[in-house]
C-alpha cells in the first residue's frame, strides 16, 4: 500500500515537471469608473513570490505560466486591493478594473497626455488644475488658447471666445460638469459662462468624436470636469490670490471639500475678480473693465455600485466694451480704421459704462447611477439652466440706463446613458437625450430685438462601440441621430421680407401684416445624422497612431436663422438667414504620438469639408440714429479646412525641459473660390522650462511666441459716402495687421509645505518687452492694440 502511494506521488510529480508551462498573460489595469489606465499597480501570483507592476499605460506580463487555474492579487494606491480568477489556457489578455479613488489632491496631468475615455481613436488633450491655476484671473479660453490648435476669437482682452482648429461659436461645444452649455453661444463676442476656477482638468477633443456629448461639434468638444472627491474621510481645500498691473485689478478664488469613507462629500466654491481699464503698451483702452463674481456647491455619494450628485453654480460678470469701437458717422468709422490710436482715449477708471455686457448664468444639475449586474452602470441626469444677457448701447435721456439687448434663455435637458462591458474586448455605450428651450426677447428695450421669441425642442440617440481587436488594434464605430424642432415668433420689415424673397419661399409662415412689418411664426425642422469611425495603432508601449473619420450635422442657431438689428456688443447690424440647410461636415484626422521619459511628440492632422457652411461677413455700412456701423450678413456656401499641428517636448537636460508647438490651419470657400474669413494664422510657441522638485519645487519658465502674419483672407472691403466732405472711402476691413513676437515668462516656488498644507508663491509676465501688436482674431483691431505688459502676483494655499 505504502509502495502504490509513493508510486501515485511520483507520477504526479513528474506530471508537473513535465508540463509546458510557456504560457503569458498580458493585461491592462484599468479605473472600473472612467476606463483610463492604472500607472504602477502591483499584480501578485497568489501563493507565489511572483508580482510585476502596470507600466505608464497600465499594461503588465507576466510570463512562464502553467495551463489551470491561477489567482491574482491587484492592489494600488487608492483602491482596494482586489481578487481576480483566471483559467490558464495558453497566451491570454485580460483587463482587469479596479475601483479607484484619487488620494493625491494636487493630481498632475501632463499637457498634450492622451486620456483616450471620451474618445478611443482621437487624441484629446488634457489641462489639469495646476495648468489652470496659472490661469486664475483670466478664463476657459485663455487657457485652451495655450494648446496647440486652439486660438481664439476676442473681443478686447476680456470677451475670449474658443477656436478649434479654425471652428468655433455653435461649432464648439462646451461640456461643463456633465452639462452642455446652453448661454447664447452664437455670438462670437459671447465668451463662455464658466468659472475657470471651479474646473478640476479640461479636455480637449479636436472633431466629432465623441458623440456621447454631442452630434453637432463639427468643431470639436471641451470637457471641463469638477475635482474628484476622494473616498476617505477628509477635509481640504484651496485659496488662490492673484494680482496683476493691467487691468490694476485682482482675483480671489476658494474652494472647501469634506469628504467620508462611506462615500458622502460636499464641496463648495467661490471666486471674485476686479479689473478696470486695460492697457496697450502706449495708451489706455477705456470702458474695457470687468467684475466677475460666481458661486457653486456640490453634494454626493459615490460608491461602487451606485451614487448620485447634486450640483448648483452661478456665474455673473460685466465687461466694459472698448469706448473706441461705438462710433457716431461714417467719417469716424473711416477715421478709427485708419488710425493708430483709438478716436477715444480717457484716464484709467474702474467704472464701466456703456456700451457694455452684463450676463449672468445659472446651472442646478442632479445626476445619478446605479450599476446592474449583467447590464452595466445606468445613469440619469436632469440639468436646468437659466442665462440671462443684457447688452447696453449708448443711449440718451431716460433709456441712458436701459439695455438695448434684453435676452432670457431658460433650457431643460435629461439624458440616459448605459455603459456596458460586453465583454474584456467589447465595450458598448447607449443613450437618448431630450431638451427643451424657452427664449424671451424683452420688448421693453425700445429696440427691435435682435433675436426673437423662439421655443426648441431637441432629442437625440446615440450608440458607440469600441473593441480591444488584440495587442495593437483598437477600433471604434459610433451613431447618433439628432432631431430639431424650432418655433419663433418674429417681426420682418416688409421690405426686407421681400428683398429676400421670403414672400415666395416661405408664404406659409406669415400670420398677419402690421403696418410696414409682417408678423410670421416659422416653424423648422431639422433632423441630422452623425457617425464616427475610427481605429488606433499601437506600436509598442510608447507610440501610436490614431485614425478617425467622424460626420457631424449642425443645425442652424437662433442668431445664424433671425439676426436683425444692431449687435451692440459686437459694434455692428447683423442680418440672418431663414433659408439656412444644416451643416455637414466631414473630418478625416490621422495622428501620431510617441511618449517616453525623455520625448513627448504628438503629430494631429485633418481634413474637414463642410457642406452648406454658414459664414458671417462683412457687407457694407448703415448709418443709424445710434451711430454708423459695419452691416455683416449671414450666407452659406461649401468649405475645406486643412491643417496640422504638433507638440514637442524634449528632457534636453536633469531639471531642464524645451517644449514646442506649431499650429498651421486654412480654410476655403469652394464656392466663390477664396479663402475663408477669420481663420487663425500660423503661429508657433518655444518654451524652455526649468523645474526642480528638490529646490522647493521651483520652477522658471520663458515662452516665445511668434504669430505670423494671415497671408490669406477674402476682400471684404466696401465703400462709404462722407457727407462732411461729399467723397466716398474705402473702408479696409479684410487686411490682417503684421506679425508680432511676443516674450512671456512664469515662475513659482513652494514656500512651505506640510503633509496638510502648501503655500506657492508666483510671477508671471506676459508680453514681457511691452509690444505693441494687433491680432487678426481680435474683433477690436480695427481700432485699437492688444494689451500691453503685465505684471502677476499668484499665491497659492493648499490645506
Sequence with gaps: ???????????????????????????????????????????????????VQSDLDGEFRIPELCDGVYSFQVAHPGCLTQGFTVKISG??????????????LDQIVLRGKSSGDNTKTIVENQLSTEDLERFSSGSIGDALNSLSGVASLNTGSTVVKPMINGLHSSRVVIINKGVRMEDQEWGAEHAPNIDINSVGNLTLIKGAGALQYSGDAVGGIIVAEAPTAPVLDSLFGKTLLTGATNGRGLSVSTQLTKTYHNGWYGSVQGSFKRFGDFEAPDYVLSNTGVIEGNGSFTIGLNRYDQGFEAFYSIFRTEIGILRASHLSSAQDLVRAINSDVPL??????????????????????????????????????????RNNRLEYDIRRGDDRDKASL???????????????????????????????????????????????????????????????????????????????????????????????????????????????????????????????????????????????????????????LFSEGLHHSASRIEIGELALNSEVAHNVSLSYQFQNEVWNISVNSFVNTIQDFIVIEPTGVQQTIRGTFQVWEYRQTDAQLLGFD????????????????????????????EALIDMPPVNTQNEIVYQNPDLKDLRISLQSNYVFMQNEYPDNNFEVYIPETGTTELVDVSTPPDAYHLLNFSSSITLRSTNKSKFTLGLDITNLMNTSYRNYLNRMRYYADDLGRNILINLKFNY
Excluded at 483587463?95 to 479607484?100: A, K, P
Excluded at 517636448?649 to 531642464?656: E, I, P, R
Excluded at 499650429?663 to 473660390?673: H, L, M, N, P, Q
Aim: with cysteine; proline share 3%.
Design 1 to 51: 500500500m505504502r509502495n502504490t502511494a509513493l508510486l501515485v506521488l511520483l507520477l504526479a510529480v513528474t506530471n508537473v515537471f513535465s508540463q509546458q508551462c510557456d504560457n503569458t498573460l498580458t493585461g491592462i489595469i484599468t479605473d472600473l469608473h472612467d476606463g483610463s489606465p492604472l500607472v504602477g499597480a502591483t499584480v501578485i501570483v497568489a501563493g507565489s513570490e511572483i508580482y
Design 91 to 104: 497566451n491570454m489578455t485580460k483587463r482587469f478594473r479596479m475601483e479607484h479613488h484619487l488620494e493625491e
Design 406 to 560: 434684453d435676452l432670457e434663455l431658460d433650457t431643460h435637458s435629461i439624458q440616459l446613458d448605459l455603459d456596458s462591458f460586453l465583454n474584456d474586448d467589447l465595450r458598448l455605450k447607449t443613450g437618448l437625450m431630450g431638451s427643451y428651450q424657452d427664449n424671451f426677447a424683452n420688448p421693453n428695450t425700445g429696440v427691435r430685438r435682435l433675436i426673437p421669441d423662439y421655443e426648441k425642442y431637441d432629442f437625440g440617440v446615440y450608440a458607440i462601440a469600441d473593441y480591444q481587436f488584440n495587442d495593437h488594434w483598437m477600433f471604434e464605430a459610433g451613431a447618433r441621430f439628432d432631431y430639431t424642432f424650432m418655433d419663433a415668433l418674429k417681426f420682418y420689415r416688409t421690405s426686407l421680407w421681400e428683398s429676400k424673397g421670403y414672400d415666395v419661399l416661405f408664404p406659409e409662415f406669415v400670420v398677419r401684416e402690421v403696418g410696414n412689418q409682417i408678423l410670421t411664426n416659422p416653424q423648422l425642422h431639422y433632423p441630422n445624422l452623425s457617425a464616427t469611425l475610427g481605429a488606433t495603432y499601437s506600436f509598442d508601449n510608447n507610440s501610436k497612431l490614431f485614425m478617425n473619420y467622424s460626420m457631424a450635422s449642425r443645425a442652424p442657431n437662433p442668431s445664424e
Design 646 to 673: 504638433w507638440d514637442l517636448s524634449y528632457l534636453f537636460a536633469k531639471n531642464f525641459r524645451f517644449n514646442h508647438q506649431f499650429s498651421f490651419i486654412k480654410g476655403y470657400d469652394r464656392i466663390e473660390d
Design 344 to 385: 477715444v482715449i480717457e484716464p484709467f477708471t474702474y467704472d464701466i459704462n456703456a456700451p457694455k455686457q452684463d450676463a449672468k448664468h445659472q446651472v442646478a444639475r442632479i445626476s445619478g447611477f446605479k450599476r446592474i449586474d449583467g447590464l452595466g452602470r445606468l445613469s440619469l441626469h436632469y440639468d436646468f439652466q
